[in-house]
């Protein structure tokens, strides 16, 4: 069955969509920890960042450059932000559909929670 992300990528479910190509789709996450958090998502069902292989190197770079961009329009370049990948239960993934949450607008704070 497709996730909610594919089910959001090809257009199922709406979404706020501030980006896509033909590799990945990017769109306000619907619960925001941030003033900006965007989802940038591979068009391509990748489960976890465990299930990457070699073949998904240049898509994985394409997020990042992506998520530059997106940051720059988002108006959060200088300011500064972060990119985070969770995976699986310890890492805290609720959707197994790979996909970094680009987060800024304010000061983030310490990475983890301690
Ligand atoms: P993770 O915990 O890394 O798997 O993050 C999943 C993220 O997806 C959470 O921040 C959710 O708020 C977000 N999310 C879940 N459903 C939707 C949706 N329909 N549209 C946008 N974001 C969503």
Redesign the pocket.
Known sequence: MAT??SQ?ISGE?P?DIVFRDDRVTA???????APT?I?IVPNKEIATVDDVTGEDEALLGHMIVVAKDIARKEGISESGYRL???CKSD??????HL?M?LLGGKRLGPMLAK
Not at 27 to 33: A, G, H, Q, T
Not at 91 to 96: D, L, R, S, V, W
Request: no cysteine; aromatic share 12%.
């Open positions: 909610i992300f959001i479910i979404s769109f306000r996450d619907i619960n925001p920890s958090h989802l985070i990948i969770n890492g805290g993934q609720e959707i197994f996909h949450h």
